[in-house]
């Protein structure tokens, strides 16, 4: 029994050691951090000079969404390419007057430039349904009428077919 009581003292204090250093790397980042944020308010300020130019103005906007995104500890939620809801969307009004299923949006996909799983358009068709965008008959989806008259930003860009 005094084996296991060794084993455990040494443990504990093993644990104890490395809380003292996971607190002293906290430290540390806090630290660092000051300095990021420091320097991150004297750019602004000398940014903030130029935004009467449209292009720095745009280019400071679009880091700040980033930088607003990602201390909510999100990422960025913005990713390049089309809308995925506004392209189905798309491909249904193109090709769906007769219905499709999943397997036939997931076929088209690739040409609108989309590589999505099955369980995201499912995803995607669920939420366009709990909408009243869709309707589902068996196995097939449909717009309905408001949905079919939709002008998406995928629309207006002319992408896919």
Known sequence: MKD???TSLRRFEELIRRRIEIDNQHKDLDL???KVEHDIEAFK???QTGLDDPAVKAEFRRISEIK???AVGGRPSRTPGPNKTHVIIQILQKHGQQGMTIVDIMELLPTYGLDVDRNYLNSILGKLKKRGMVTKQGNK???TQ???NAKT????AGQGQ
């Open 4 to 6: 296991y009581y060794e």
């Open 32 to 34: 660092e951090k000051g």
């Open 45 to 47: 300020g000398q940014i």
């Open 68 to 70: 607003k995104e990602l």
């Open 141 to 143: 989806f449909f717009l």
């Open 146 to 148: 408001p949905a079919r």
């Open 153 to 156: 930003a995928a629309n207006a």
